[in-house]
């Protein structure tokens, strides 16, 4: 009987050391013991919506009769489709014919498209755009609403289109944005912010509307 004690002693000394010899591996490699395959590795913060090819760095200068950017900013260039002023340090998205800028700790986003339009009819364009996302179709941002859609003079003729929206992970949003046409294209440029940032809203829209040019 004591030889039957002292070999189950053994045993349960066995698996105690190997158990604790485990965690200790497991935490040497940054585990978390408390979390099977878990890292102590901090979770990234959720990126732009498409992938970030980019950082916007510093630009080319501006012409001395041209009114330069904010501290801040820079001038930035897609060859063959705009010219802008855009913050430095922002990300840069890439999804087919819009281009997006993404404030790297927040939610602001500044988002720039351009593709063929018959006519280029911007205020049709953008009429027709909000009479779907106003029906549910077309892929309508959550929870949209129009707060104002009217003509403006901008590079000959526009639209200024102002709605709002429900971001899951940020909440109220708000979007204000000019469509023109040029050349048979639409361009749409646009300044997305949390709804409550009334004053930041209006610097960005201005930087964007102010440093904005087409490039044929």
Known sequence: ?????????????????????????NRDRGGDPDRPGGTNVEAARPGP?????????????????????????????EAGR???FAPLGWLIEQDGTT??????????????????????????????????WSAGTDGPPADYQRVDLRPVEYFG?????????????????????RWFGRDGMCYAISVSLPAYDVGARTFYFGQLVGGFRPRP
């Open 157 to 177: 003729g526009g639209a200024e289109w102002e709605y709002t929206y429900t971001d899951p992970g940020t909440g109220p949003m708000r979007t204000v944005g």
């Open 49 to 77: 919506s498409a992938q970030a090819t980019r950082q916007v760095t510093a630009g080319p200068p501006v012409a001395p009769n041209e009114i330069g950017p904010a501290p801040g900013w820079t001038v930035y260039e």
């Open 82 to 84: 705009f010219h802008m």
């Open 99 to 132: 281009t997006r800028f993404h404030e790297p700790d927040g939610p602001k986003v500044l988002t720039v498209n351009r593709w063929p339009v018959p006519g280029g009819n911007a205020m049709a364009a953008a009429q027709t755009k909000d009479t779907a």
């Open 1 to 25: 009987r004591r030889a039957w004690l002292i070999a189950v002693a053994a045993v349960l000394l066995s698996v105690a050391l190997g158990g604790a010899a485990a965690l200790l591996v």
